[in-house]
Each structure stands twice: as structure tokens, then as C-alpha cells.
């Protein structure tokens, strides 16, 4: 007998009729090119229980979920919650841990919406206090999804993880810091929610270019190093898409206010050769992200008159920054860490300092632990930088700001590094090697002492002498 009857092939042609496309376990002929329906027009030979996933898809129906089926408080008003060290369940990163997270795009066949894979130890698994490493990799498919929304989203894991009562995240990229409470904890909270938050809300606020989401949580030191090793090659990536472009060539900066909840007043200026201080976010990505969600985190800045073209200052910006901090900023200086310059929240991925004895200045990434020449520790310079203040001769940055020709250019630019810890030296060796080619300062990099070198200032005054480094020679820098 005829399985599929021409009656039930008449039916099916009258749902096509209306817009309804037509999906069917039996193998039937295809009609995959769109015209009447959204997409395709037929869809055969679909498993019985992948057939409701894949009519979802087909009829491009979005759903939202209403209630993310956590056991904790979600919203706005837990956003900027600290989780004290006594408070704490367990922690991921931060100084303890490796810990990261990554968001790809693939294709629609690739991700299974909803599913939620645990790699590793549970948070029940651990005793109180515990520090497991974390690596999330989040991948989402979408046919309007596009590689340069990438970022973007993954960003966005800050104030869609924030948002749960009793959970703590702060960072981004390879420098993520996660806290569970332990009250959180107690009422069953564990690692497939942070998963079933990510699902929701990024199907919530991008349904209109992601259809599927699915979490990979792995919290085994060992299987997670080669995802890592392939996360900072993208991340690599991602920091050369912005290419050759100067900020001359724009009349459009654009603004990050991502970290509000945890700094009220601080306002992110990026330019297209500073990105935010986060490291996550250049020019074209908050571009992007403007573009997808108009009302979110970042938006144009026009420059406006130029008042300081050395020190970077705009009249066009500086309203805006009077606007976002609440009026509690008037002005703001691009190009200088002594005057005016930018704020920072707490989500930097290095700090420089000035170093006065020397003249020049020194840089830390959140990496490293040990006491720096300027006498404080990063966590403890951490406290005074951020919180979205001005804090002449401290400013938070992003690793690929160090090497950029806008570093910190009014105040003498990068001659004016002499220490920075070895493990961000040799992360960037070949971008430094190129910066200093290109300035005629090829030998300076044997110049910049490390932590082998010199951790007090008295120690590193005589290894800068020894060397000859050019800060000693150059006009003071206060």
C-alpha cells in the first residue's frame, strides 16, 4: 500500500499553500528551497524524536522561556553581588584555578538546542571552600548567525550569570572568576544551571539570530587543556580582525557600560586602537553589538570637536561621559594615564602604574600573584584602580592596548615600560618585537626587566641603568 496517500500529499501541499511547512519521518520527496515558507518547504526522513526540534526550526518559531528552571532568585536587582571567601561553595579561576570560557558558532546540525554536557567533577563532588578549573564552551547555531557576533554574546555570559542570587562572575576570556555560595549551593544549585542560564537567556535575547544553544561544562584539569590551547588561538584571532585601523580614520568611538552593576560610574571608551580594558570588546565588536541590540551595553559615541588632539580628548565624548557616570565624570583623556584618564571597573586584564623613581612604568597582568615594584600585589592595586574612578598614573587596560601605537602616546608611549612580569612578556614577545621594530627601539625588550630581574624599585633603578633604558633620558612624566 501507498504509505503516504494523495490525499495526505494534497494536505500537505495546502499547508504549504498557507506558509506551513510540511516535515515527515517518511522519505518523501524534498523541496528545500524557500519561496512560499520561511525556509525549507519539505523536510523528510527525520527521526521520530528529533522531528519536533527540527519543525521549530523550520517554521522559525522562537521560543522564550519565561522561568529559567534554576533553584536560585534570578534578576536585574542580584547583578554586582559579591560572594565573600565565607560565603563561598566553591570557586572557579580567579587566582586559584585556570579557568574559561568560549562561545562558537556552527552549523544547525552540529548543535542539539537545550543540551547540557558536565565534564568532570560536580560541585557536590568537592569539599567546602574547593577551587576546581572551568572551561565553558558554549556553541549556538543560527541561520542569520554570523562569526563577528561571536564575541558579543560570549560577553554577555557577565550579566546573564551575575544575575543569579548566590552566584559570582567576574572576567572574561581566559581570566574568568566564578563563585558558588554556599547558600546558593545548599538550595541545589550546581553546574548544569549555570548551563540552563546561558539557554535561556541567550535564546532570550538573541532569538532573532541564534536557534540553538548547547553547554559543554568541563571541570577536568586534564580534558580541558586542549579546548583552552584552541580557545586562545581564537581569542587570538578575534584580536586581529581590527586590522590596521587607526582611530583617525573614525568619527565614531563607542562605549561599554557592561560592568555598571559592579562600577555605577565607569564608562568604557573604545577606539579602534584601544579596545575595552576587559580585553574582549574592540571597536568592531561593540560595533556588532550595537547593531544587534541597540539598547544594550554599547553604543556610538560621536567625537565631536577635538579639544586635545595629543591627549585624545573630544568634546563629543566627554558629554557623553558626563551623561553615563551619572555626571561624576567631565572629562576624559584617550591617550594619557596621568591626566583625566579612563576609568575602570574591575574586569581589566592588566593594570599599568607609574613607577616615578624610574620614570617610566610598569604593567601586570591578572596572572600573576607575586608583589610588584610599585609595592602592591595586582589584587591589592585591583582595589584602588577599580570601581569606576579616575586614578591618575593607574589605569586598567587590555593585552593587546600594551603593543598598540595609541598606548598611552602622550605620555611617551611604550618607552616608557620598563617592568613587567615575564609571563606576559613572553606572551606577547612577537606583537613588542613588532612595536619596537617599527619604532626604531629594536633592543629595548632586553631592556624591560621582569620579575628575575628586579621586584623592588631600588633593584629595578639599577638593572634600567645598567641596561640604558630610554625612560631614565626622557622628560618627566608628572
Same mark, same amino acid.
Given at each position: 500500500d501507498q504509505l503516504i496517500t494523495d490525499e495526505k500529499y494534497a494536505t500537505a501541499a495546502g499547508a504549504i499553500n498557507f506558509g506551513f511547512p510540511v516535515l515527515s519521518d517518511v522519505d518523501i520527496p524534498q523541496i528545500l528551497p524557500t519561496g512560499i515558507c520561511t525556509y525549507e518547504h519539505v523536510v523528510s526522513g527525520i527521526s521520530l524524536d528529533k522531528i519536533v526540534s527540527r519543525a521549530i526550526e523550520v517554521r522559525d518559531i522562537k521560543i522564550k522561556v519565561t522561568e529559567i528552571p534554576i533553584p536560585v532568585p534570578y534578576g536585574a536587582g542580584f547583578e554586582g553581588e559579591r560572594v565573600r571567601k565565607e560565603q563561598m561553595q566553591v570557586e572557579f579561576g580567579g587566582k586559584r584555578t585556570v579557568a574559561f570560557e568560549l562561545l562558537r558558532g556552527k552549523s544547525m546540525q552540529e548543535v542539539e538546542d537545550g543540551k547540557i554536557e558536565i565534564v568532570g567533577p560536580e560541585v557536590d563532588?568537592?569539599?567546602?571552600?574547593?577551587?576546581?578549573?572551568?572551561?565553558?564552551?558554549?556553541?549556538?547555531?543560527?541561520?542569520?548567525?554570523?562569526?563577528?557576533?561571536?564575541?558579543?554574546?560570549?560577553?554577555?555570559?557577565?550579566?546573564?550569570?551575575?544575575?543569579?542570587?548566590?552566584?559570582?562572575?567576574?572576567?572574561?576570556?581566559?581570566?574568568?572568576?566564578?563563585?558558588?555560595?554556599?547558600?546558593?549551593?545548599?538550595?541545589?544549585?550546581?553546574?548544569?544551571?549555570?548551563?540552563?542560564?546561558?539557554?535561556?537567556?541567550?535564546?532570550?535575547?538573541?532569538?532573532?539570530? +541564534?536557534?540553538?544553544?548547547?553547554?559543554?561544562?568541563?571541570?577536568?584539569?586534564?580534558?580541558?587543556?586542549?579546548?583552552?590551547?584552541?580557545?586562545?588561538?581564537?581569542?587570538?584571532?578575534?584580536?586581529?580582525?581590527?586590522?590596521?585601523?587607526?582611530?583617525?580614520?573614525?568619527?565614531?568611538?563607542?562605549?561599554?557600560?557592561?560592568?555598571?552593576?559592579?562600577?555605577?560610574?565607569?564608562?568604557?571608551? +573604545?577606539?579602534?586602537?584601544?579596545?575595552?580594558?576587559?580585553?574582549?570588546?574592540?571597536?568592531?565588536?561593540?560595533?556588532?553589538?550595537?547593531?544587534?541590540?541597540?539598547?544594550?551595553?554599547?553604543?556610538?559615541?560621536?567625537?565631536?570637536?577635538?579639544?586635545?588632539? +595629543?591627549?585624545?580628548?573630544?568634546?563629543? +565624548?566627554?558629554?557623553?561621559?558626563?551623561?553615563k557616570s551619572h555626571g561624576n565624570l567631565e572629562r576624559f583623556n584617550a591617550y594619557s594615564m596621568i591626566e583625566d584618564p579612563m576609568t575602570s571597573c574591575g574586569c581589566f586584564e592588566c593594570i599599568a602604574a607609574i613607577l616615578p623613581e624610574t620614570n617610566g612604568i610598569m604593567i601586570v597582568n591578572r596572572e600573576f600573584t607575586e608583589m610588584t615594584p610599585v609595592g602592591m600585589t595586582f589584587s591589592t592595586m585591583a582595589g584602588q584602580v577599580g570601581g569606576g574612578i579616575q586614578t591618575p598614573g593607574f589605569i586598567g587596560m587590555g593585552k593587546l592596548y600594551i603593543t598598540s601605537e595609541k598606548f598611552i602616546s602622550a605620555d611617551g608611549g611604550i618607552k616608557r615600560l620598563v617592568w613587567m612580569p615575564k609571563g606576559l612578556k613572553e606572551e606577547i614577545r612577537e606583537r613588542l618585537e613588532n612595536r619596537l621594530a617599527e619604532i626604531g627601539e629594536p633592543d629595548l625588550l632586553d631592556k624591560i626587566a621582569t620579575e628575575e630581574d628586579a621586584t623592588a624599585s631600588e633593584e629595578l633603578v639599577k638593572f634600567l641603568q645598567a641596561k640604558g633604558h630610554p625612560a631614565l633620558s626622557m622628560e618627566p612624566m608628572m
Open positions: 563532588q568537592v569539599e567546602q571552600g574547593a577551587a576546581l578549573p572551568l572551561g565553558m564552551l558554549i556553541e549556538v547555531a543560527g541561520r542569520k548567525f554570523q562569526e563577528d557576533f561571536e564575541t558579543v554574546l560570549e560577553r554577555r555570559n557577565h550579566a546573564f550569570i551575575s544575575c543569579a542570587n548566590g552566584i559570582f562572575h567576574m572576567g572574561q576570556r581566559a581570566i574568568v572568576w566564578i563563585r558558588i555560595s554556599k547558600e546558593a549551593f545548599n538550595k541545589g544549585f550546581r553546574l548544569k544551571h549555570l548551563g540552563e542560564i546561558l539557554i535561556a537567556k541567550i535564546h532570550d535575547e538573541y532569538s532573532a539570530i +541564534v536557534d540553538k544553544v548547547q553547554v559543554k561544562i568541563i571541570t577536568d584539569e586534564e580534558k580541558m587543556k586542549a579546548p583552552l590551547e584552541e580557545a586562545r588561538k581564537i581569542y587570538h584571532e578575534r584580536d586581529e580582525r581590527i586590522g590596521k585601523m587607526k582611530d583617525e580614520d573614525v568619527d565614531t568611538l563607542y562605549s561599554c557600560i557592561l560592568c555598571q552593576s559592579y562600577a555605577p560610574d565607569h564608562v568604557c571608551i +573604545v577606539t579602534p586602537q584601544r579596545l575595552g580594558l576587559c580585553g574582549a570588546y574592540t571597536w568592531l565588536d561593540c560595533k556588532a553589538s550595537f547593531e544587534l541590540n541597540p539598547r544594550g551595553p554599547n553604543e556610538p559615541v560621536k567625537k565631536g570637536r577635538c579639544l586635545e588632539e +595629543v591627549k585624545g580628548q573630544w568634546e563629543g +565624548v566627554n558629554e557623553y561621559l558626563k551623561l
